[in-house]
């Protein structure tokens, strides 16, 4: 790896015309060697990488998914409590992505990165099924709907064993996710127009993917689950990560693979310190003045090199590249003084993408309703199908999933092309107008479930009437659209905002954090709700185990409110990114005679 660099000028009065390329990489094959264009990558190579994500959010859904009553029925928690246990759960594993993503882009690569985690995470699937089979394992068995009082709460040796079985699952898929997904984007060659269609392309493949895996393990194995056993359940869940793992490691003579950079965070850290330090200095009018490293000759084979131009967004930062007129031009300066204009503008990108970042977390918040009380409302309603079957509460997410296995393909072939002759983008609409679409959905997904929440419990308490459990699909199958719009627009425009082989898996994880913080912000949620409402007579709105009792329809009510608050706050940011946080990168070749590279400036929506 080498760094070179080129000059351009720009007729954007906004910004500064100084072009930086960023670090170049060599992508390689599994023994190490440069890769060849024919025989790795493409989409060959990412079909192995979607049969992983397959079968691996099948095994994690299916534990996921089922959870609250497996904690309820099994270890004895409380109703709040077991939705906390399982928010709390999901949400450390969206938090240690970042930990997989940092170890992959510095350290390890995508692949490595993937096996050993995945090894991990089949390690606790194996123990939560052992966990579930022993009787000495888990306390006597108790009917919490009937004899809650006397039921006796996992503790001790028994609540070690779970919450260790449970969060080796955590660690292990955390670490697994961003990188399958920057894993199969790597397989694709961004600088060619062909390849770069075919990225968009993967990005709904994946998400193809994952509902086709949501889909079997909320059907297949929560029912399973149901009527064989968590045991066998979480067994069958151990099982198809293991096919998961073998599908990855069957395609490692077709990968191509990104080497570890090193640590990323050094060259922010440097960044940060070198603007402080320098703050009493003055920044140059002219871009051109600022630090810049010294062109070399590119490596013959390295990978289209990535240029940035410099902004005047977040200006202050631009001090770390600010040289100190002493006169000594030939005195060595620590990088923690002095940085490049290529670190500083990685750091402004970091920055720019935050707000868009945070305004997901009150969608995902939405979601862990989805996965906790709106299961609690299908298992106190009818579930019978027909007379002999009854639908387990869990598998109420398979309805979106149903819809949506028909409705990605239909998106990629039809919608795509057709909005790409309008719009001129090759993914049809921008990722930020997709999440955008996303976030607007989702409160009516809350709408609806406040809708039929307060039906039901009126139903229950009034006339005792118990309503079909299909009463309360609508919910799901808004949030199954919005989630089609938000989750791969996010993915696509983190992914597409790393920089070159530096931090793909990275800022992948970034958008897992966004599930992460909002499954947090359900259980403060549900704890602060329940604090304010509680009165000297009673509890609050979710602190009975009854939800005849409870009021989570006003609950709804209130996430739909905060839903559509963060929908306008979310306009807000879009448009600013649009307009002052877009990254303008270009396009250049570099051989070992000539320097010189025909550029092309690409901002995040389009061309700029």
Known sequence: MEMIE???????????????????????????????????????????????????????????????????????????????IVTNFIGTIFILSLLGGYLSDSYLASFWTILIFGFIELSGFILLSVQAHLPQLKPPKCN????????????????????????????????????????????????????????????????????????????????????????????????????????LVCGTLFYRNKPPQGSIFTPIAQVMVAAFLNRKLVSP?????????HPTKAPPNANPTINLLHTNRFRFLDKACTKMQDGNTTKEISRWRLCTVTQVEQVKILISVLPIFACTIIFNTILAQLQTFSVQQGSTMNTKLTKNFHIPPASLQSIPYIMLIFIVPLYDTFFVPFARKFTGHESGITPLQRIGFGLFFATFSMVSAALMENKRRISAMESNE????????????????????????????????????????????ITYCSYSFGFYLSSLLVSLVNKITSSHHGGGWLSDNNLNKDRLDLFYWLLAILSLLNFFNYLFWAKWYSKNGSSSSSSSSSTTTNQESNSKVVGEDGIV
Not at 19 to 42: A, C, F, L, Q
Not at 467 to 476: D, E, K, R, V, Y
């Open 144 to 247: 919490m709907l009937t004899d809650g009082e006397k039921c006796v709460e996992a503790k001790g040796f028994k609540a070690l064993i779970f919450f260790v079985a449970l969060y080796l699952v955590a660690l292990g898929s955390g670490c697994v996710k961003p990188n399958m997904i920057a894993h199969g984007g790597d397989q694709f060659d961004q600088e060619n127009p062909k390849q770069s269609k075919q990225l968009s392309r993967y990005f709904n493949a994946a998400y193809f993917a994952f509902s086709m895996g949501e889909l079997i393990a909320i059907t297949i194995l929560v029912y399973v689950q149901t009527h064989s056993g968590m045991d066998v359940g979480f067994g069958v869940s151990a099982a198809a990560m293991a096919l998961g793992l073998i599908c």
């Open 466 to 509: 118990i309503l079909s459990i299909f009463w309360i699909t609508p919910q799901f199958l808004i949030f199954g659209i919005s989630e089609m719009f938000t989750a791969v627009g996010l993915i696509e425009f983190f992914y597409k905002q790393s920089l070159k082989g530096s931090m793909q898996s990275f800022l992948t994880a």
């Open 285 to 293: 009018s002219d871009a051109h003045m600022l630090h810049k490293a």
């Open 6 to 84: 080129a000059r351009g000028d720009s007729n954007n009065n906004n910004n500064s015309c100084e072009e930086v390329i960023i670090t170049t990489t060599t992508s390689v094959d599994w023994r190490g060697r440069p890769s060849n264009p024919i025989k790795h990558g493409g989409m060959k190579a990412a079909a192995f990488v979607l049969g992983l994500q397959g079968f691996e959010i099948m095994g994690i859904a299916a534990v996921g998914n089922n959870l609250i009553t497996y904690v309820i029925n099994e270890m004895h928690f409380s109703l709040s409590e077991s939705a906390n």
